[in-house]
């Protein structure tokens, strides 16, 4: 089916929106046969989780929104995610519909992302506006889902600097319609509360919303969890919070973040992550260098260490510079790695020869085994296989690949 009239994309639509409103314009039959006429057939009969193939709707569009670049940089929610490290599946340059694979189990193809998911980072309890629905009814007679207002921590508007509002559609059809913010059975509530700190907590949560817009349209720019903690880490540093272990100073921490977000104990989203129990896996999460559970909780040190999303980039180029060849994969032949410093530097030739040694060892190990994983290679052979994880781990890994499950839609953006 062709679709002859194609709405203009308004500045921060969000996909999904975008398709909403070529459904109402075209007045066609039900929404699966629009989201079918620019997606491609699919069996799939639920809205939410319609696979999105990028190629098939420049196709069917005739290129009038851009190139699939563009749209995924664009109209979803996957630059904001990519940015933070908190993107489980990135969007392949192969085809144009696929977020990229991890190696599947039961060699089972990836599923391409849903709708909803890759639209606004999430599937239910979507945000709009009030002030911004009233001037786009008046200006074009339909609103639609801005990409800002959905992202974590964002409770209010960053332009008008209202508390944006939740839109509850009815459980039986949540999944199975497209909506819009001016849907009449659509159920609508506060995501915040003003309390007694109101002018303070305004101000907290429009900067929180103001951060995530910046990440959101920043350039293209993609980075690593560890890379992000190791920033942050660094952060911390430089204002004493950590010890000469590497661990953080736990009282200290916590009285520094609950002096910044005190305001916000008594919003809903914030209230669980300034708790006791949340606030004791973050700091055991910085300690030890682990990935931190939710976007919020990033862009919540960002802004209390580093103030802007341009200095906290440029903090972490800073120190990824004064990294590069000299620690790291990229390291010259002999140079110590991460956690070895102060080990003597080896004459090149013998790094050189040892090295080619150990892999020896190892490509010897995997022929003779066709399953080999990096466990069974650590117990027969323990000297090549320490050896290599702390002078060669860029070639042992691409030798035992990592095996990551297939994420659900749900866990697209690592959101726990």
Known sequence: MKLPNLPLRHPDETLYSLV?????MNGTQ???????ALFGPTPVRRIADIPVNFTYFCEATDGVYGSRAALVRDATAIPFFRSLGRLARDDSPNGGQRCQPQPPRNKDVQKPCGLAIISHGGIHNWRFCPACREEEISAHGVPYWHRQHQLPATLKCAKHGRNLVEGHPPKSTRDGRLWLPDAPTLVAQPVAVENEKGLTQS???IRLA?????????????SSAGRVITTIRHALGTRGLLTAAGRIRRDDFLLEVRRWFGPLARVPPFATLLGTTNLEQLVQALSYTRPIRTC???L???DWLF???DTFLFHRDWQEVMETGTIGANAPAGCATVGHRNRRRQPEQTFDAARQAHRNTCVAFCRGQADASRTQFGRAH??????LRRNDAEWLNMQFPARVPQPRQEQLFVER
């Open 20 to 24: 909403a409103r070529t459904r109402l």
């Open 30 to 36: 039900s929404d699966w046969e629009t989201c079918a």
């Open 203 to 205: 101000t907290i949560l």
């Open 210 to 222: 103001q951060l995530s817009g910046s990440v959101l349209v920043a350039p293209s720019w993609s």
């Open 296 to 298: 919020s909780e990033i």
């Open 300 to 302: 919540m040190l960002i």
């Open 307 to 309: 103030g802007s999303w």
């Open 382 to 387: 323990p000297k090549s296989y320490q050896w």
